[in-house]
């Protein structure tokens, strides 16, 4: 309250102003006293429902999930699927000789692989060769019969 106002109030005759401020917070402070009291009384099951009850209420005040999602523009939407990493895919494309006639260069070969291919040929980096348990198949430039 302003200094004023209780200039105010005292002329007129209410000079317990200050008296009355006190008992409004001593008030306040019995109750959240006895709030926390009686939040030390509940069991483990009681105070994870009132959290939860709160956590519902606070919800409810922002509205509704569904108007807080951001609505996307067709442009925008493209933008993003763009934009978005590709993923590789493993998928059977073929055997690896014809996997080889229609790449040519072994890296390339390996990207266009299969997950059982990849697990069953090694690439040798350097030289570019194809090994199947050991045996070569590729040795880089052409199919070993």
Known sequence: MSDSLRDIMRKVGRDDVREREREKWSEREGDLLSHKEREEDKDEVEKRHDQYRRRQEYASR????AERLPILS???????ARERPKRRTYEFEGPIEK???KYGDPKEVFNHMSMGQLMKYKLDEETGA???KDKMIFDGEKLVE
């Open 62 to 65: 922002l509205g509704p999930t």
């Open 74 to 80: 067709k442009e925008e939407s493209e933008r993003r």
């Open 99 to 101: 996997l080889l006639e």
């Open 130 to 132: 194809i090994y199947e």
